[in-house]
């Protein structure tokens, strides 16, 4: 089945710094992918969401590259500040039976 | 829009006893998920439900039981509680279509005496 690496496990920056976490995945039918952030003490929530056809993807303060042909998904921090500090997790759906699969997470600490 | 709930919020109990979460959505989706998350870890899917009355095992189902009552409702039962045992139970909700995101609800905290 589907196994999802994602690193680092931990990362600390500095304000206003890039932050970059990088996810890489098995199964190469893999078409939508997830990235979610859980502050701490709380849930997990959706950040964006990409599929196949998108290989960049652009939010507030973030950046998604996809890159199908490395099976390579990155989350790029552009100027983080310490409201990001936080778990982020990548998830990846195979299109199949409802399931996506996660990443282990990544601890973002931001320091002022 | 829409919430989930998940009761109780803290739940404590003593090795070998048998421990039930509930979890509601009125989002009126169709697919629902427990997962369990150990600190500073990844989600892991313990059980899934397409619809209603429906079960489907995912990576750690052994010691736990679920149950799909009706749509808006998926209880877990963890069938015999082991001593240190420390864990966040996520509850999660989709439209289950393979690309519609999970929802997630804000957790039940286990600790086993």
């Known amino acids: 089945g589907e196994q999802v690496e994602q690193r680092p496990p931990h990362l600390s920056v500095r304000e206003g710094d890039s932050a970059v976490i990088t996810c890489t995945y098995t199964d190469p039918n893999s078409y939508y992918f997830f990235w979610y952030k859980q502050e701490p003490g709380a849930s997990l929530q959706l950040l964006m969401k990409?599929?196949?056809?998108?290989e960049i993807n652009e939010g507030q303060g973030f950046t998604v590259l996809l890159n199908k042909k490395d099976k390579r998904l990155s989350l790029n921090l552009t100027a983080a500040h310490p409201g990001d500090s936080a778990a982020y997790f990548c998830a990846v759906s195979a299109g199949s039976n409802n399931r996506i699969f996660f990443g282990d997470g990544t601890q973002l600490v931001v320091k002022p | 829009g829409g919430i989930i709930t998940q009761t109780p919020k803290f739940l404590i109990g003593q090795e070998g006893q048998k421990l039930t979460l509930k979890c509601q959505q009125n989002?009126?989706?169709?697919?629902m998920y427990w997962y369990r998350q150990d600190s500073g870890k990844g989600l892991r899917l313990i059980y899934y439900s397409i619809t209603e009355n429906d079960l489907q095992k995912g990576d750690l189902s052994e010691g736990y039981d679920a149950s799909r009552e009706k749509k808006s409702s998926f209880s877990l039962t963890v069938t015999s509680a082991q001593k240190n045992e420390m864990a966040v139970f996520l509850c999660?909700?989709?439209?289950?279509?393979?690309?519609?995101?999970?929802?997630f609800g804000p957790g039940t905290r286990l600790t086993v005496l």
């Open positions: 989002f009126n989706h169709d697919t």
């Open positions: 999660a909700s989709s439209i289950g279509s393979n690309y519609a995101e999970q929802f």
């Open positions: 990409v599929f196949s056809s998108t």
